[in-house]
C-alpha cells in the first residue's frame, strides 16, 4: 500500500513539473518553422546590417523603410541569416516604439512583422534570452491591439521566463513595456517593483540623494567588450552608448507617474553622474523633467489616444518620439569623444549574436 501511494506521489510530482513546464517555459510564436541559424554572412546581408546599425545609432527613424528594404531583400536570400532576421525583428519594433516621429506608420503592421522575426529569431536560438524578453513585449503590443488577453497572458508568462533566465536584462524590458499601464493597475505596481528592484543593481544600498550611490554610477566606465558579462545591461556601451542616462530617465518617469515626483527629481538627477552626460543628446529633456516633474504626474497619467500626437517634455519616455534613441542615439561628441577609431565588428561576433542565457 506504501508502494503504492509514494509511486501515485510521484506521478503528480512528475504532472505537476510538466505541467509547469507547459504553462511557464512554452514559447508560442507567429511562425511555426522550426529552422537552423546560418552564420555566413553574404555581401548583401552584411551590406543591410551594417546600414540598420548606422541608421540605428544616428537615430534615422525615417531611414526605417530602406532599412527594412535592404534587411528583406537579405533575408529573401538566406531566410536563416540569424543577424539578419533579427535585425528585422528590431527594426519593426523600433517602428513601433516611435511611431510618434511618423503619420504613416502601421502599428499593427510592424506589431505583427515584429512577432514574426523575433519568433524565428527564437526559434533558431532558443537559448537567447534577449530575444524571448523582446519576443514578450511585442505579444502584449499585439494582444492589447487587438484585445486578445490570450496573446497578453502569453507574452507576460513569456516575459515571467525570461526575467528567470536573465534577470537584469529581461526585467527592465518587461517593466518598461508595462509602463503604459495606468498608474492604479496591478501590473504597473509590478513594475514599479521590477524597476526599484534593477536601481539596487547600480549600487548596493541604492538611495539617489546618497554619496555612495552618485559615486557609484560615476565609477560607471563606457564598456568596449560589452558582450563578454551580462551586467553590460547597467552600462554605456557602443550597442547603447547613453544605457545609463535612459534607464534613470525612464525609472524617473515611472515615479513621477506613480505620484512619487519627488522621488523622481531624485532619480533623474542621477543621470547627471554618468561619464558620458554632458555629450547626450536628450539632457535638456530630462532637465526639464526635474523643473516640471510635479506638473507632469497628471500628464504622464493621461491617456493617449491612438495616433495623437504628444509632445516629448510632457510624456513618458516610452510614449515619446525618442523611447529608444533616448539609450541607443549615439551623438556627434560621442563619436568625436568616446568612440574614435572603434572597431565594432570585434564586438559583433558569433558570441554577441548567439550569447546563452
Request: aromatic share 14%; charged share 20%.
Amino acid at each position: 500500500m506504501k508502494k503504492l501511494i509514494f509511486i501515485g506521489i510521484v506521478f503528480l510530482a512528475v504532472c505537476g513539473w510538466a505541467v509547469y513546464q507547459i504553462i511557464f517555459n512554452s514559447v508560442n510564436t507567429i511562425t511555426q518553422s522550426a529552422k537552423n541559424y546560418s552564420w555566413a554572412e553574404s555581401t548583401l546581408s552584411k551590406s543591410a546590417n551594417e546600414y540598420f546599425w548606422d541608421q540605428f545609432h544616428l537615430g534615422n527613424y525615417d531611414s526605417i523603410p530602406v532599412i527594412l528594404e535592404k534587411l528583406t531583400s537579405a533575408y529573401i536570400n538566406d531566410p536563416n541569416d540569424i543577424r539578419t532576421v533579427t535585425h528585422l525583428a528590431f527594426t519593426h519594433m523600433w517602428a513601433i516604439a516611435e511611431h510618434q516621429n511618423s503619420n504613416k506608420t502601421s502599428t499593427i503592421e510592424h506589431a505583427t512583422m515584429a512577432q514574426k522575426y523575433f519568433g524565428e529569431s527564437y526559434q533558431m536560438n532558443p537559448r537567447d534570452t534577449r530575444i524571448l524578453s523582446f519576443l514578450s513585449s511585442v505579444k502584449l503590443i499585439n494582444g492589447s491591439i487587438s484585445q486578445d488577453d490570450g496573446l497578453l497572458k502569453d507574452g507576460y508568462l513569456n516575459g515571467l521566463k525570461a526575467i528567470r533566465e536573465w534577470k537584469s536584462f529581461s526585467a527592465f524590458s518587461l517593466a518598461y513595456t508595462m509602463s503604459r499601464l495606468p498608474y492604479a493597475d496591478q501590473k504597473y505596481q509590478e513594475a514599479m517593483e521590477l524597476m526599484r528592484n534593477l536601481a539596487f543593481d547600480y549600487a548596493a544600498n541604492f538611495n539617489p540623494k546618497s554619496k555612495e550611490t552618485q559615486q557609484a554610477i560615476s565609477e560607471m566606465k563606457l564598456l568596449k567588450n560589452e558582450h563578454l558579462s551580462k551586467d553590460r545591461v547597467f552600462y554605456n556601451s557602443w550597442v547603447a552608448p547613453h544605457n545609463i542616462e535612459g534607464f534613470f530617465m525612464a525609472y524617473g518617469d515611472m515615479l513621477v507617474k506613480n505620484g512619487d515626483w519627488e522621488e523622481g527629481i531624485d532619480v533623474y538627477k542621477l543621470a547627471r553622474f554618468s561619464e558620458q552626460y554632458d555629450s547626450w543628446d536628450y539632457k535638456d529633456i530630462l532637465e526639464n523633467r526635474i523643473i516640471n516633474a510635479k506638473a507632469n504626474v497628471e500628464m504622464f497619467r493621461m491617456e493617449i489616444p491612438q495616433g495623437q500626437k504628444t509632445e516629448i517634455e510632457n510624456t513618458l519616455l516610452i510614449q515619446t518620439k525618442i523611447s529608444c534613441r533616448s539609450c541607443h542615439q549615439m551623438s556627434i561628441p560621442d563619436v568625436k569623444t568616446f568612440f574614435t577609431n572603434y572597431d565594432e565588428s570585434n564586438l559583433l561576433t558569433k558570441s554577441f549574436y548567439l550569447v546563452e542565457k
